[in-house]
């Protein structure tokens, strides 16, 4: 261990893990990386060889045992209606049924859409109830036959049924009038076998962190160097920083603002294989991504009655970051989807009938470049842009990207770019950047300075970047002047970057890029372009 592992895991006493046992497990077992970390943490928590290796067997055996392999659904059906019970790992919602008057739950994976349950579950994980809750889960399986024979009182459960007091009242009145059946003919006639809901949720234990003290780790906070705890944050994201100068560093904490900034816009053009999408799948699970394929409205806005039986909302009510994954292809399947897209990237709201509904998701648009970054900039008849989808190529869509991350300037993911050291566990990591989504520090730089030649969208697009780089890198709120400049310029350039090519593709309409900032106290004027901007002139 390095200097900077023994001091996260003094200020940090379990809520560390070291990423390279996750990634060792990671590539044998599809299982999301903070469902990973969760069993790393619970069973590798040490720093005696022997017992990490015991530890590290452990969690590959619950992983073979009970991670849902989509290939071996039936099978484990099988196992849990054989012996009684069974454990899974997977994503549970709960939704309710009206026509019963019932919550119940369902499994992503397993495929099991109706599991009867006890509201405690509920009121200890209201998360159930929106995006759902990874989880280790213990499952009954209640067959009506076994019920019978064994003459138990539905009313009154015998010691160790208590299962039972969670049937649903139809389930219930099925078997009482079994049961009288069976009582006055001594044998079971033409019956079904199985109940009409035979799944009961027996426990389930969260592979999710409920909460963060911030005031703990604001305090914390304090007793790192800027340039310490931003390493600290490339290691929780499972990435070796001493590989990485300062500039890719700094391009790589763009793509986590939008889980701590509301309604933020960000777009990434790039060459393959630079991890683009991989924060949005692996770091958090408050972010989806929709890779390939096209969306609808009703998938990102409406209330969609058909997804779970119920009126629920769209992505973005649903979810913090909603992704587009290789918008270099048709994303939307017609012209209303963009039109809704952008007066929600414009105002966090959008506008169904006669409603008006409110989100907070960030929206984040990725896709490839296949062409030299160098030849698009030599041709004055070419613009970044159009590597994307042709009904993306709106300048009014365009105009509303706050950040624009020049992809090509990450190399490409080598194996020794992946950290060997220790982080957050990612889980902790995630639910640090959601908490910081409540705070507000838009307005911090303007002790010291003020835009220069900025529009209103330039000055919004901005103060939200700033302020997402600030609640990462000084969640405590103490910034100096020298770091609020240093941020400030970040915010500046991916923001011109935008302004920079919306003039390539219409200079008629946009006859000037200039972006920059004034220092309040010396007076000085700053121009800040974008590094392909330099290199084109």
């Known amino acids: 261990m390095d200097r900077l592992d023994n001091k996260i895991i003094e200020l940090f006493p379990g809520k560390i893990v070291n990423k390279e046992l996750g990634q ?11 469902v990973i970390e969760y069993l790393v943490g619970m069973y590798c928590a040490t720093n005696d060889e022997e017992q ?59 495929q099991i859409d109706k599991i009867q349950l006890i509201p405690d579950f509920i009121e200890k994980n209201p998360r159930l ?54 009582s006055e003919n001594k044998k079971h006639k033409s019956r079904a076998d199985a109940l009409p ?29 800027l340039e310490e705890w931003i390493d600290f944050i490339m290691r929780s994201c499972g990435l070796e920083p001493s590989y990485f100068n300062e500039r890719q560093k700094f391009l790589f904490l763009y793509r986590l603002i939008p889980f701590v900034e509301n309604n933020y816009n960000l777009i990434e053009l790039g060459p393959r294989g630079t991890g683009k999408s991989f924060i949005y799948k692996e770091i958090s699970p408050n972010a989806t991504l929709i890779s390939g394929g096209k969306t609808t409205v009703a998938q990102l806005f409406e209330w969609a009655g058909v997804i779970m039986r119920q009126n629920v909302l769209g992505l973005v009510n649903l979810w913090d970051v909603v992704g587009f994954d290789e918008i270099s292809y048709n994303v939307f399947k017609n012209k209303e989807s963009i039109q809704i897209l952008k007066d929600y990237m414009e ?67 080598r194996p020794e770019f992946i950290t060997k050291k220790s982080g957050f566990i990612v889980d902790y990591f995630a639910e640090f950047m959601r908490s910081m989504r409540k705070y507000n520090y838009t307005d911090k730089y303007e002790k010291y300075f003020k835009l220069n030649n900025a529009t209103q969208r330039d000055s919004m697009a901005i103060k939200r970047t700033f302020s997402g780089l ?68």
């Open 24 to 34: 060792k497990l990671k590539t044998g077992y599809n299982a999301p990386s903070f």
């Open 52 to 110: 990490i290796k015991d530890g590290m067997q452990t969690v590959k055996d619950i992983l073979t045992k009970h991670y849902v392999r989509a290939d071996e659904i039936e099978k484990i059906k099988y196992l849990m209606r054989e012996e009684g019970s069974y454990k899974v790992i997977d994503k549970a919602e709960v939704y309710l049924d009206e026509k019963e008057d019932n919550y119940f739950m369902k499994l992503q994976t397993l």
């Open 129 to 182: 109830l929106t995006t759902g809750v990874w989880g280790i889960i213990t499952l009954s399986y209640v067959r009506l036959k076994n019920l019978i024979e064994e003459e138990i009182d539905i009313q009154r459960p015998l010691d160790g049924q208590d299962c039972m007091i969670w049937l649903s009242e139809k389930n219930a009145k099925v078997i009482k009038a079994v049961q009288d059946e069976y």
């Open 197 to 225: 809901v035979p799944y009961l949720l027996k426990d389930f234990k969260p592979i999710q962190v409920p909460k963060v003290d911030l005031e703990e780790l604001f305090e914390n906070r304090k007793k790192f160097t």
């Open 347 to 413: 105002s966090g709201s959008y506008s169904r009938g006669k409603n008006t509904r409110f989100a907070d998701a960030s929206m984040v648009f990725v896709g490839n470049i296949d062409e030299a970054i160098e030849n698009i900039i030599k041709d004055k008849n070419k613009n970044l842009f159009q590597w994307i989808a042709q009904e993306m190529q709106d300048t009014a869509f365009l105009e509303r990207i706050h950040c624009f991350i020049p992809g090509w300037e990450f190399p490409k993911m």
């Open 470 to 537: 600030a609640k990462l890198l000084f969640p405590e709120n103490e910034v100096t002047k020298e770091d609020t400049k240093k941020l400030l310029e970040y915010a500046c350039e991916c923001r011109k970057r935008v302004k920079y090519n919306l003039r390539r593709m219409l200079p008629h309409e946009y006859p000037t890029d200039s972006l920059g900032y004034v220092d309040l106290e010396t007076g000085e004027e700053v121009e800040v372009f974008a590094k392909e901007e330099i290199q084109g002139n």
